[in-house]
């Protein structure tokens, strides 16, 4: 495919939509055509399953099985109608999430079978891999300090966000796990910083990538 695929990663709170649209702007000012879009949701059957898998009462009675298969749902969708599409175009897709969060939250947080779903990512993202992935890692401890300091309209709080924090220890080993298996794809960026740090440490990166 023509254009290039950036996704981003990282636990809770670890400033992923900034650091999204600060790069997004950063590539217009170079002249170069991008696409931002975000998992799960984005697409009209995406933000129906957000709703259903993060926000719905429902929610509460959800099995793994159930969640896991949400999320690919939503992906499958996304893939197929918006980020397959832009790439053979040629322009620059910037994810915010792709199938590494699925890894790491449903395989290694909630414990489902990680053959079945790298063989379920596979499927789901149809040929469409991420030529660069950024792991804002941030501690838990960290994490849940920046969660507490957000607001947020009643009734937006997000079901995941109040999972234990061994569950989010988890995730994060998982994602660092990801980054030592594939560090041609996986940078990891230390998200502990100011904004302004954090934007530089992936222009660095993306840098490379671009030319
Ligand atoms: P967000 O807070 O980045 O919008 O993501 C929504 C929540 O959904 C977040 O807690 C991570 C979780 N999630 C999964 O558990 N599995 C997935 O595959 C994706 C894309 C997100």
Redesign the pocket.
């Known amino acids: 495919m023509a254009g290039l695929f950036v996704t981003f990663e990282g636990g809770?709170a670890c400033g992923?939509s900034t650091q999204v649209r600060r790069l997004v702007n950063r590539l217009e000012k170079r002249g170069r055509t991008v696409l931002a879009v975000?998992?799960?949701g984005f697409t009209e059957i995406g933000s129906a399953i957000r709703q259903l898998l993060?926000h719905a009462r429902a929610a509460d009675a959800m099995r793994s099985e159930t969640e896991l298969l949400l999320?690919a749902a939503s992906r499958a969708q996304l893939v197929r109608e918006t980020i397959r599409p832009a790439l053979e175009q040629g322009l620059i897709v910037v994810s915010?999430?792709f199938y590494d969060?699925?890894t790491v939250?449903?395989g290694i947080g909630r414990g489902l079978d990680l053959t079945f779903i790298k063989v379920l990512n596979e499927f789901v993202a149809g040929g469409c891999k991420p030529c660069r992935t950024f792991l804002l890692d941030l501690g838990v401890a960290i994490s849940r300090m920046r969660q507490l300091r957000r607001v947020r309209p009643a009734g937006q709080q997000?079901r995941?966000?109040w999972l234990s924090d061994e569950f989010f220890e988890r995730v994060r080993r998982g994602y660092l796990e990801i980054a030592r298996a594939e560090p041609e794809r996986v940078k990891i960026i230390d998200a502990s910083g100011s904004e302004d740090q954090v934007e530089e440490r992936i222009w660095t990166e993306i840098d490379g990538v671009l030319s």
Do not use: C, G
């Open positions: 809770e992923k975000h998992e799960p993060l999320f915010d999430r969060s699925t939250y449903q997000d995941m966000e």
